[in-house]
């Protein structure tokens, strides 16, 4: 019988190795990211700075998809609510209010944590595919009310959000510099992906996943599986609306497409083929769509039927996505590494 | 006396109305959701792509109808040509990922992809543009001093007549009883010498071609568009979940209670918010009985 000591010992270092090459992922993609703005930036690129700034964003939109599926094991259809709603927010305070990037931060956040208890209170009462109907019908009611709500601007949205320059403290960071606002949306969805990460080693992410293994045995070891639930939804919606709320800044404009289904399921398709249950697969996956659509858009308007066709497949055959199907031998060299064979 | 002219009035000329309105859409929405709800009753599948399948069944009837074939033998073989299209989907792409642990996510997310392809495979093969398809009887009848359109009341009829038959294919014949036994059961049925795999391939089948034929029967009324399955598929789900997934019973009844709730409101309140009232008066259901007003299609 192997005793618990040993046990404890090999659960601990397989999560080491697991968080070391998912770390090891993340700083490539920071690299990544940086040696992509110093060429774009050298060679004077504007439209491809600005695509990938909008890969980043919808990133966000993936991540916060994959803390509720790859965490705890529910499947939202309805986080383009929350990141509609970011957009919404963000875009109304600087236009209305006042054009300071982190006001709109602010309130983006208050509000939506609001907004997510209330949503969290319906939601996370339904399990399974219940939860996945109920975000969906709750995303999809909300998209046609701001359609027709002329205050919002109705099915034109709300155009003219102002150029607006973000106050580092030490510096400042216009929106309207592409090479500039690419590397600050790449800090701040990498600063949301490592809050997650932390959360996702702290005792309430370890009860997630818990729940996401066994959901009927984690209240007898006495732990609040609707509260966990509950929380895990709220930081999911607050990881939504401020990706969303960079979007305004972004592109100047919001409008109800931001709300449809269409952001949702494409967020659960980032999710699947970036690597579901990682964090930084959602971003990797994210950037992957962004430029398999425009590698097929110069083909064909049809981009979504390929990238439809690679979704379903990757259901099938991979289901632990794109960082999954690396993993594992980069897991080998890092356990190797860690603790060269003993015998 | 007055008073009761006034009020039967109201009752014949703008209740009825909107009553008759409300079961001619409710007879679309429960065609839908009486597919989704057998497929999930039995296989535990959330089909995603029914409002695809809805809309495939519709261009069908554009591509026949526009091959010179009658309205009528449509309605018929729409229907029959998308029974292999739907066992072949759960062939290909469900039964793969049925095994696996967390199924109702992996199924869900499959029919989810496959509606993805055929939305655009609409574009790129019908256009996006909408496509009108003449209505095959014309004309309106006289009922209590109101004219209602006679494909309407057809429509109905023959929704009526569906959901009847479906009800004795699945609660009166032996077939039924072994699709029963199939979802109610499955290893036991197996080793009863059920052939549990075709059984599933061919519910499936099934709730599919029932999905073409709404498509089909609505394409008159409401026109073909890519995105026409989309618009439709969330009344359906609403439908099935507050009568309880896998629920015949219960489809047919919230599908008529619903849609009536919707038709009424829709005179006090903007039609733009029928869709949170129904919506809220789904999530007041799951609060009060989280499965729905009734009992699965195995334990029927």
């Known amino acids: 019988m192997a005793d618990a000591g040993s046990v404890i010992e090999a659960v601990r270092r397989s999560e080491d190795s697991r968080r070391r090459s998912l770390s090891a992922f993340a700083l490539a993609f920071v690299a990544f990211g940086v040696a992509f703005a110093a060429i774009a930036a050298a060679r004077g690129e504007v439209f491809f700075l600005r695509l990938a700034t909008e890969a980043l964003i919808f990133g966000g939109l993936a991540l916060s998809a994959d803390i509720l599926l790859g965490y705890a094991g529910m499947l939202s259809l309805g986080q383009a609510l929350f990141f509609g709603l970011g957009a919404y927010v963000s875009a109304l305070v600087l236009k209305n209010v006042l054009p300071s990037f982190w006001l709109a931060m602010l309130v983006t956040l208050l509000v939506t944590t609001l907004i997510g208890l209330i949503a969290a209170v319906i939601a996370t009462r339904a399990r399974g595919v219940y939860f996945a109907l109920i975000t969906f019908g709750l995303a999809q009611v909300v998209a046609k009310v701001v359609f027709n709500t002329p205050s919002l601007g109705a099915s034109d949205g709300i155009i003219g959000v102002p150029v607006i320059a973000i106050d580092l403290g030490v510096g400042q960071v216009t929106a309207a510099s592409p090479a500039a606002f690419f590397l600050f949306c790449l800090a701040f969805i990498m600063a949301l992906y490592c809050l997650c990460a932390y959360l996702a080693r702290t005792p309430g992410g370890r009860v997630l996943a818990a729940i996401r293994s066994n959901e009927d045995r984690v209240p007898f070891l006495g732990y609040p599986v609707t509260r966990a639930r509950m929380l895990a939804f709220v930081l999911a919606a607050d990881v939504a609306a401020l990706s969303g709320a960079l979007y305004p800044v972004l592109r100047g404009f919001v409008s109800p497409e931001l709300l449809y289904f269409e952001v949702s399921g494409n967020a659960i398709i980032t999710v699947i083929i970036g690597g579901m249950g990682t964090l930084i697969g959602p971003l990797y996956g994210s950037a992957l769509i962004v430029v398999l659509k425009s590698v097929i858009g110069s083909y064909t308007a049809h981009h979504l039927i390929v990238i439809g066709s690679l979704f379903v497949l990757a259901v099938i055959f991979f289901p632990q996505g794109l960082i999954g199907a690396v993993r594992p031998s980069l897991e080998r060299r890092f356990a190797l590494r860690a603790a060269p064979l003993r015998r | ?300």
């Open chain 2, 1 to 300: 006396m007055a008073d009761m002219h006034g009020l039967i009035d109201t009752l014949q000329f703008v209740f009825a109305p909107q009553i008759v309105n409300g079961l001619s859409i409710g007879v679309a929405v429960i065609l839908m959701a009486l597919g989704l709800t057998i497929i999930f009753g039995l296989l535990d599948v959330i089909n995603m792509a029914h409002g695809e399948f809805y809309a495939l069944g519709a261009y069908l009837a554009v591509s026949l109808l526009a091959a010179g074939v009658n309205f009528w033998v449509c309605l018929v073989a729409v229907p029959v040509l998308m029974l292999p299209v739907g066992y072949v989907v759960e062939r290909a792409l469900i039964q793969r990922v049925f095994d696996r642990k967390d199924r109702h996510v992996l199924t869900l997310l499959l029919t989810f992809g496959l509606g993805v392809v055929l939305e655009d495979a609409f574009r790129v093969v019908y256009g996006p543009n909408t496509v009108r398809v003449d209505t095959p009887i014309g004309g309106a009848a006289q009922i209590l001093g109101m004219y209602f359109p006679n494909y309407r009341l057809f429509v109905m009829a023959v929704g009526a007549a569906i959901v009847a038959a479906v009800w004795i294919v699945v609660f009166r014949t032996s077939m039924g009883a072994i699709v029963r036994a199939a979802a109610y059961d499955r290893q036991m049925a197996s080793s009863l010498g059920v052939p549990v795999a075709r059984v599933y391939s061919a519910t499936f089948a099934f709730g599919i071609g029932l999905a073409g034929l709404a498509g089909v029967l609505l394409a008159p009324i409401y026109s073909v568009f890519p995105t026409m399955g989309k618009d439709f598929i969330l009344l359906a789900f609403t439908v099935v979940i507050v009568g309880g997934l896998g629920s015949i019973k219960g489809a047919v009844i919230a599908g008529i209670v619903l849609m009536q709730i919707q038709a009424l409101a829709s005179l006090y309140i903007s039609p733009v918010w029928t869709d949170p009232l129904l919506f809220g008066v789904m999530v007041l259901v799951l609060m009060w009985r989280p499965r729905g007003l009734f009992g699965a299609l195995g334990n029927g």
